[in-house]
């Protein structure tokens, strides 16, 4: 697959752009407003299990879906993919964090997706 349709396009390679251009994106991997959400999600020690993404929308877009979820597209339970909250404690082994690089303002909305 290309990644590219009439609605969004992809890039995997931001992180091995030149500098400064690949320096934002770099940043994001260790945000300080995004790793605490993280460690309490997933606890310390989580990886990568492949290269962060772009995902570039055009004007007319109706969204995108972020991959992965506790069931496979047959709904068979996908232990290694699962959330799970038990007495208190949150266990997530996968996790899509989006942050949009356009400029947002009150009333423009927001995406949480807990599948």
């Known amino acids: 697959s290309s990644g590219i349709n009439a609605e969004y396009g992809d890039c995997g390679t931001m992180l091995t752009w030149d500098k400064p251009h690949c320096d934002i994106f770099r940043k994001f991997l260790a945000h300080d407003a995004v790793i605490p959400a993280i460690n309490e999600l997933c ?15 055009y004007k007319g877009a109706e969204g995108f879906d972020l ?13 290694d993919l699962s959330y799970d ?16 690089l356009d400029a947002t303002t009150k ?8 599948d």
């Open 43 to 57: 606890g310390k020690g989580y990886r990568l299990d492949h290269l962060p993404l772009a995902i570039i929308q």
């Open 67 to 79: 991959h992965g979820g506790n069931v496979d597209s047959e709904g068979t339970w996908q232990q």
């Open 85 to 100: 909250c038990r007495y208190g404690r949150i266990s997530c082994n996968l996790l899509n964090v989006a942050i949009p």
């Open 107 to 114: 009333g423009d909305g927001g995406c949480l997706e807990v």
